[in-house]
């Protein structure tokens, strides 16, 4: 997951709950912000699902075990590098694609998701190896970003290409779009593989979006792309009326393997049977909807705006070939299993080292569970004291230090305070300042290379083993006169 998001985020979503959320986010300030992303039981394990799902998809592809990979839990689009967006918290299409670059040349990510897929467009709006094509919604229209001038930068002009449509668009009228931009994209982009992120929320009748799409005119963008040959992943995304969304990308597996003519409309009997009522069939049909696309001729200047925009392109950039590992960074270091018998002496001690350290660091953090004013930890004290003082600064100067977010959910603009240009409000654990540096494994733990030893907080060095300093718990010979410090604050052994 680093290999986008960064380790604070990471680490950030392995620790949260529920309880902690408030107080681990800053008020809701940095990684988690508004109320499109609140933080659950399992977030961690579901964004690793999530993720895993999209990353094997792409070792899947780039290995040659399969044509066509598909995720029907991943398509997270909106998720950014520092903190979650848009019912997203980990943008597992962006770690899909990192993979499938270790191997291709170019890589073509599609978006028919209703909302504009603004996480992964961001991640590589500089790089003419990914090319980003996304088809939605735009207007007073979350994230309110996708306009036909973003194109991308630097090396990745060009690279980046937005069709923003209107409400009530139908299977022919997007059909009109779709075909000619994609093929136009495959002419002269060239790609290696296709990522096609399927949000059903363009479907008739979802209760977020505003599409007019059934759900075979949807398919039929599986369908266009499995008849080009080039290897495919596809992945879910939004779809808030679920008994449409199951319809959908039950009807595009059966594309994929190419069996949709032959499998049963009528859909067999099972536990959720009476959901898909009064029809019981697998059809998502459209509604009443006006296409305002049609209707003011939008469609043919958007159209016409995007192919013109990719004949300006270069043909297909080259880029250097290379000999790809035959296994991941991951399995490279060993993650995934431990092996005792390869680790030396050495290996031990500065692992037991890190996990002291690491305790150490949870001593000093602030307390989840006490409310005792006479902290034993001095440092909680002044850092309660600066971030107060800072806080009073922000809302003194909110209106020259926010910056405006639209909520998915309801639509409406709130302000997020920014701290300070640059990202140094977004490193945990740090009070949000110029000043603020990680505290990653931070503790009162020093080595003093005068007398070469270990030295923690005010105690003198010591001149016993590592590990023998350990089992004492920390504890120093004759350090009997700290034991009631350490039983006030409330912490397990």
Known sequence: MTSFHTDEYIHFLNRVTPETAEELTYHGTRFLVGEDNPAFEG??????????????????????????AINWAGGLHHAKKREASGFCYIND??????ELLRTYPRVLYIDIDCHHGDGVEEAFYTTDRVMTCSFHKFGEYFPGTGTQDDRGRRKG?????NVPLKDGITDQSFQSVFEP??????????????VLQCGADSLAGDKLGCFNLTMHGHAHCVQFLRKQNIPLILLGGGGYTV??????WTYET??????????????????????????????????NMDDLNVKDGSIDKVRETALEHLSQLNPAPSVGLHDVPRESVGQHLGFGHDDDDARDELDLQLAQHMRYAYDLQDFDSPSETSDDDNSWDSDESL??????????RIQKSSAATSRTRMSLLTGQYFDVPAHEAGYGHFEHGAVPGKTAKRRFFQSSARWDETIEDVIIGRHAPFAIPLGELMERGGQLPGGDEDDEDWEDTGMDP
């Open 43 to 68: 977030v961690f394990e579901f964004c690793s699902i999530s993720a895993g799902g999209s990353i094997c998809a792409a070792k899947r592809i780039a290995s040659g075990a399969a044509d066509i």
């Open 93 to 98: 299409i962006v770690l899909g694609i990192l």
């Open 157 to 161: 002009k060009g690279y980046a290409v």
């Open 181 to 194: 931009i994609i093929q136009k994209i495959l002419e002269v982009f060239r790609p290696s593989a296709v």
């Open 243 to 248: 008994k449409n969304v199951a319809r959908t």
């Open 254 to 287: 059966a594309c994929a393997l190419g069996i949709e003519d032959t499998i049963d409309p009528l859909l067999p009997w099972n536990e959720y049977f009476e959901w898909f009522g009064p029809r019981y069939r697998l059809e998502v049909v459209e509604n």
């Open 383 to 392: 850092s309660s004291r600066r971030h107060a003082s800072r806080a009073r």
